[in-house]
Nanobody
Framework: QVQLVESGGGLVQPGGSLRLSCAASGIFFSKCLMGWYRQAPGKQREVVAFVTSDGSRNYSDSVKCRFTISRDNAKNTVYLQMNNLKPEDTAVYYC????????WGQGTQVTVSS
């Protein structure tokens, strides 16, 4: 049974930081592309960042230079370090694992507000 469990969301002031984690089980983690996506109210889900099985990283233009994605294959976990958060980063953040099939976590809420 595949499980992706996100954690680390919460309420933070503009300019603050959060670190999201996604712990995976039931998949060949090291072979998967791992990604973070987000969905704001009334908007479509969008990609934030992803890291391939060989460690290559890609970011959306809106988060480049502020967010960092990383993976720890020994812990089957992918992280998203988010710095200099802005109100427009407010969304539910989802973890995705992709190889032969796609798997998604349940999401964690990030709210950036003063």
């Amino acid at each position: 049974q595949v499980q992706l469990v996100e954690s680390g969301g919460g309420l933070v002031q503009p300019g603050g930081s959060l670190r999201l984690s996604c712990a995976a089980s039931g998949i060949f983690f090291s072979k998967c592309l791992m990604g973070w996506y987000r969905q704001a109210p009334g908007k479509q889900r969008e990609v934030v960042a992803f890291v391939t099985s060989d460690g290559s990283r890609n970011y959306s233009d809106s988060v480049k230079c502020r967010f960092t994605i990383s993976r720890d294959n020994a812990k089957n976990t992918v992280y998203l370090q988010m710095n200099n958060l802005k109100p427009e980063d407010t969304a539910v953040y989802y973890c995705r694992a992709a190889r032969v099939a796609d798997y998604w976590g349940q999401g964690t809420q990030v709210t950036v507000s003063s």
